[in-house]
């Protein structure tokens, strides 16, 4: 069975492209126990870097677990605490399922044992999950819930010499549901201060609410975490990764046209890339130029579909903005160039362009803003 060279979701062993230098860095910090916050936009890698770097600390006999919960479908208090204290008791039960000292033919009793009376309160029940033993709470979510997992996660980390990495993926969906409170950040804050054998990482595709969550000082988390920020893979890095891939799937001279343009339209941005070579994959024959055009557009017309009511619901100047901008990234947003190409009053520049960072639709690198989504600055052009 042929392995999938270009996945579109998780990228994993030969399929994950490069990151030397970042992966090297993220082994230092989760092994020390530095708290992350994991900086980057929406599909740049985020939890595919992470595991890779996990698998890289396997690789070298030290031994690491790992959960991440994705708060993106919380709707309220309740649910994000629930997520929360799922994910803590899933890895209270693995720290345990691994320690030496536990018995396999009667891990689930002694487990049960062992945790029953630490949350008698919460009313907990063991069960085998897929061979696997789990615990579930009887009682509703809560913040004492929540706090006493957290305390006895990194106790048993702590008793069994195991370093444990908990991501909490879209945490800026707290500040949405904590109704301004910020009480479990607070709580989240005083395990993270008291931890020594678990690893908490953040991260959010909202960058001005992680921003405000992670840099605001009348937040919890202020300064209590390492911001590790993911940029693009370099042109150099896909090559080294590509060029061997395409020439042992066709048995072919490399095409450095075709990938060329595929570093043009896409930007580098990964997802893009993964997914313009995913399509160009399902040919038979070595892909050619005018295959690498096809597989854009098919994808340009895909982002119409998928984001036309986000589209259709931004304001004229940032539909305006986001064209300019699309076609020449620019530095001085109130230069009479960028005044001119995009029909927007200087007055108005400012308010446009922070209106469109807060939506993550552009960036700022290397002094120039630049569309985010390179498909949907494709589509701005037209």
């Given at each position: 069975?042929?392995?999938?060279?270009?996945?579109?979701?998780?990228?994993?062993?030969?399929?994950?492209?490069?990151?030397?230098?970042?992966?090297?860095?993220?082994?230092?910090?989760?092994?020390?126990?530095?708290?992350?916050?994991?900086?980057?936009?929406?599909?740049?890698?985020?939890?595919?870097?992470?595991?890779?770097?996990?698998?890289?600390?396997?690789?070298?006999?030290?031994?690491?677990?790992?959960?991440?919960?994705?708060?993106?479908?919380?709707?309220?208090?309740?649910?994000?605490?629930?997520?929360?204290?799922?994910?803590?008791?899933?890895?209270?039960?693995?720290?345990?399922?691994?320690?030496?000292?536990?018995?396999?033919?009667?891990?689930?009793?002694?487990?049960?044992?062992?945790?029953?009376?630490?949350?008698?309160?919460?009313?907990?029940?063991?069960?085998?999950?897929?061979?696997?033993?789990?615990?579930?709470?009887?009682?509703?979510?809560?913040?004492?819930?929540?706090?006493?997992?957290?305390?006895?996660?990194?106790?048993?980390?702590?008793?069994?010499?195991?370093?444990?990495?908990?991501?909490?993926?879209?945490?800026?969906?707290?500040?949405?549901?904590?109704?301004?409170?910020?009480?479990?950040?607070?709580?989240?804050?005083?395990?993270?201060?008291?931890?020594?054998?678990?690893?908490?990482?953040?991260?959010?595709?909202?960058?001005?609410?992680?921003?405000?969550?992670?840099?605001?000082?009348?937040?919890?988390?202020?300064?209590?975490?390492?911001?590790?920020?993911?940029?693009?893979?370099?042109k150099d890095c896909y090559l080294d990764h590509i060029k061997p891939i395409w020439e042992k799937q066709y048995n072919n001279t490399f095409d450095m046209t075709v990938f060329e343009y595929a570093m043009k339209v896409t930007q580098r941005h990964p997802y893009y890339v993964n997914y313009i070579f995913s399509e160009l994959w399902l040919s038979d024959t070595h892909p050619t130029l005018d295959d690498a055009n096809d597989a854009w557009r098919k994808i340009v017309d895909e982002?119409?579909?998928?984001?036309?009511?986000?589209?259709?619901?931004?304001?004229?100047?940032?539909?305006?903005?986001?064209?300019?901008?699309?076609?020449?990234?620019?530095?001085?947003?109130?230069?009479?160039?960028?005044?001119?190409?995009?029909?927007?009053?200087?007055?108005?520049?400012?308010?446009?362009?922070?209106?469109?960072?807060?939506?993550?639709?552009?960036?700022?690198?290397?002094?120039?803003?630049?569309?985010?989504?390179?498909?949907?600055?494709?589509?701005?052009?037209?």
């Amino acid at each position: 069975m042929n392995m999938n060279s270009f996945p579109l979701r998780i990228a994993s062993g030969n399929a994950f492209c490069n990151r030397v230098t970042e992966r090297n860095k993220l082994k230092k910090l989760i092994s020390t126990g530095q708290h992350l916050w994991l900086q980057a936009h929406r599909r740049h890698g985020k939890t595919s870097l992470i595991l890779q770097a996990l698998n890289d600390l396997k690789a070298e006999n030290q031994h690491v677990l790992f959960q991440r919960v994705d708060l993106a479908f919380t709707t309220d208090r309740s649910s994000a605490l629930k997520k929360l204290c799922q994910t803590a008791s899933k890895l209270i039960i693995e720290t345990m399922s691994t320690a030496k000292n536990i018995n396999e033919t009667n891990k689930l009793s002694i487990i049960g044992q062992r945790l029953q009376d630490v949350f008698t309160r919460y009313a907990p029940s063991f069960s085998l999950d897929r061979g696997q033993p789990s615990m579930t709470f009887g009682k509703e979510a809560s913040l004492d819930m929540m706090g006493e997992t957290l305390k006895k996660l990194n106790e048993l980390g702590k008793e069994h010499n195991i370093r444990i990495v908990f991501m909490i993926d879209e945490f800026q969906q707290l500040s949405k549901v904590d109704n301004k409170s910020f009480d479990i950040e607070g709580e989240i804050r005083h395990h993270l201060e008291l931890s020594s054998n678990v690893t908490y990482v953040f991260c959010g595709s909202e960058r001005n609410l992680m921003q405000q969550a992670m840099a605001d000082q009348k937040r919890p988390l202020y300064k209590h975490t390492y911001r590790f920020e993911i940029e693009r893979i370099s042109k150099d890095c896909y090559l080294d990764h590509i060029k061997p891939i395409w020439e042992k799937q066709y048995n072919n001279t490399f095409d450095m046209t075709v990938f060329e343009y595929a570093m043009k339209v896409t930007q580098r941005h990964p997802y893009y890339v993964n997914y313009i070579f995913s399509e160009l994959w399902l040919s038979d024959t070595h892909p050619t130029l005018d295959d690498a055009n096809d597989a854009w557009r098919k994808i340009v017309d895909e982002e119409l579909n998928e984001n036309k009511n986000m589209i259709l619901n931004l304001k004229s100047n940032e539909k305006k903005a986001l064209k300019a901008i699309a076609i020449k990234p620019t530095k001085q947003i109130t230069s009479n160039e960028f005044i001119q190409l995009s029909g927007i009053p200087t007055g108005s520049a400012k308010k446009t362009i922070n209106q469109l960072v807060d939506k993550d639709l552009i960036y700022l690198n290397d002094g120039k803003y630049h569309v985010v989504n390179p498909a949907l600055g494709a589509l701005a052009q037209e």
